[in-house]
């Protein structure tokens, strides 16, 4: 483990104005970033790491993080709301003591599931509608494990609806379950249709396995991915026309025919309309792209009116790139610099073609962006303090928060080598500008030392406050994983722990 003197640089060379973010200089090294001296520690039970000076924080939250707290417990009241109002139909077009047999209860249970799975697939499309009142209200990383969580439930009760029909009807029928399956798919309404979106739901659910999405370039992914639109649309006529329940005048038919509207709206604003009116009216241009460290490179942005997008720091959009083999992909990457009226920066590490691509960019090509999304920002915090803990790549919003994070704040960023490291020198202003510590770990992942750093010992050595801030975490999964299980250790409240959606 290492620790680096907290020395205001001396300003790097610049080319031309957008190296300015107000009085912080975004640093963007023509050469070599990584200078000063860095001098090793001594590594006993726990290496002691020379300090920076330490401040009282002054500020306090400008915004508690309670909105977004009491907005994730009205979203769960309004899903079970949603939820009972849509097995109603069923409820009250059943007569009491008509499931007197195993026939009439597995049709009863396929009625029930298919409703809640119709209900599910529905919930599910409003979360990936982007509509901005939804991330607002739990922040993205939520929406996202709420996404994820619910789909698997999805995909449970639509094979349970399809199971018990059958098993049902042919229980009614006298039947084997193949002949029951034919008479099910060439005598019932749009029962083709309802077959290919289980087949697609399924196919979602099985490239939704950790493993095998991680093995799938994420274009691959994406694009496989939105074709759950289509179990939407191809599970809509068979909702209504095999729905006994939904008749047409009843408050079965009304409640879903609005419910289905709701959800599309909700899509068609998140999707297209908001992107759309951003753009045209930003326009947004590639201005540089500059290299950080291996494999690592920044690019900057410029457009109309940037202060009205209202992105706040640790954010992150979804980038277009109009050029080339990008313009057909849109990936999200998180601002590293705190936005202001005259750039945006996103900072890129090459790991696929896609990305790979985007090093080579020239400046003035269009920009195409939707956002911005997430709440991981300083608006969420609940104390005076932060502790930010960064690994790899993650470092990219946690170094943009740190800029409007109030003064006191403590980095630990964790990489391999020196010559991993980026925004050493951005840092390092930053670390004097705001009173701030910013401690490089450095060593592989068999290394002691940033073990013990991460321990709870070692934390508690590092920020001794540590159960009294709030805490960002950006980096890889196993990284983070780790971290708070450290924090939960340290006592630290979940309500202080913030993530970023990395796996976007």
Known sequence: MVS??????????????????GNLPAYRPDRDHHTGSFAAVQTGAMPRIQRSRVVEASERPRRMAGRGRAGRPMLVLLFWAGLTFSLLPWWWDTAAGSVTDAAAAYTAGGQITGMIAGYLLLIQILLMSRVGWLERSVGAAEVLGWHRDLGALLLVVVLAHASLITVGYAALDGATLLHESRVILGSYEDMISAYL??????????????????AMPYEL????HTTSYLVLLLGYGHQFAGGANLLPGTFGRYYWTALNIFVVLCLVWGRVILPLRLNLRHRLRVLEVVHEGPDIFSIYVHGRRLSELQAQAGQ????????????????PFSLSAAPNDRWLRVTVKAVGDHTEQLRWLDPGVRVFIEGPSGAFTASRRTRNRALLIAAGSGIAPIRAL???????????????????????RELDWLAEARAAEV???????????????????GMRELVPDVAGRDVYLCGPE???SAAVATLRKLRVPRRQIHLDPFEF
Request: hydrophobic share 45%; aromatic share 14%; glycine share 8%.
């Open 4 to 21: 680096v003197p907290q020395q205001r640089p001396h300003a790097p060379p610049r080319r031309g104005d957008p190296a300015f973010t």
């Open 197 to 214: 979106a289980t087949g697609i739901l399924t196919a979602v659910g099985v490239m939704a396995i950790r493993r095998i999405k991680n």
């Open 221 to 224: 992914w994406y694009y496989l």
């Open 316 to 331: 992150f959009f979804r980038w277009r790139f109009m050029t080339g083999g990008c313009w057909w992909q849109a990936h």
């Open 402 to 424: 740190l800029e409007d994070l109030p003064r006191g704040a403590v980095v630990l960023y964790r990489a391999s080598t020196v010559e991993d490291l980026i925004f050493r």
């Open 439 to 457: 401690w490089y770990i450095l060593g592989g992942r068999d290394d002691p030392a940033p073990r013990r750093a991460m321990s709870p010992r």
């Open 478 to 480: 196993g990284m983070v």
